[in-house]
């Protein structure tokens, strides 16, 4: 009895594999995976920024834009404060933090926190945060 050897079936095998593998790169593509990560804007720019007198919703859209976390004593506010910079921005640092912590309460243990060599600590995407890490 002649078998014939199934050609067809090995094709459709490594079709289907080929698929697999597409989909996966394409599913860490839509995940934003290798995606830059923003550029943080730190505590010196914002004191910057408020000295050149650059609008509060410029400076707070370009803070929303950075994702960045400050996490900041009482003192390194009223140290900001003194430096001019107004209210609402100190505000929304201030709250850039409760929000962290809200969501996830591991975060106020200073191991998820980078210092930036500015005196400053940070958190958030620019600092190796997944997009959504809570």
């Not at 408020?50 to 976390?69: C, F, G, W, Y």
């Not at 107004?86 to 591991?106: F, G, I, S």
Request: proline content about 7%.
């Amino acid at each position: 009895m002649y078998v014939r050897f199934p050609y067809w079936t090995i094709f459709r095998q490594r079709v289907v594999w080929v698929l697999v593998v597409v989909l996966c790169f394409a599913g860490c593509a839509t995940l934003g995976i290798g995606r830059p990560q923003p550029t943080p804007i730190t505590v010196p720019e914002v004191v910057q920024m408020s000295k050149a007198a650059v609008p509060v919703e410029t400076i707070l859209q370009k803070m929303r834009d950075s994702q960045t976390i400050y996490r900041l004593t009482a003192s390194q506010l009223v140290g900001l404060h003194e430096d001019g910079v107004p209210n609402a921005v100190l505000d929304y640092m201030q709250e850039t933090y409760l929000a962290a912590v809200r969501r996830d309460q591991a975060l106020e243990d200073w191991r998820h926190w980078a210092w930036a060599g500015d005196g400053y600590w940070y958190g958030g995407r620019p600092y190796g945060w997944p997009r959504v890490w809570w």
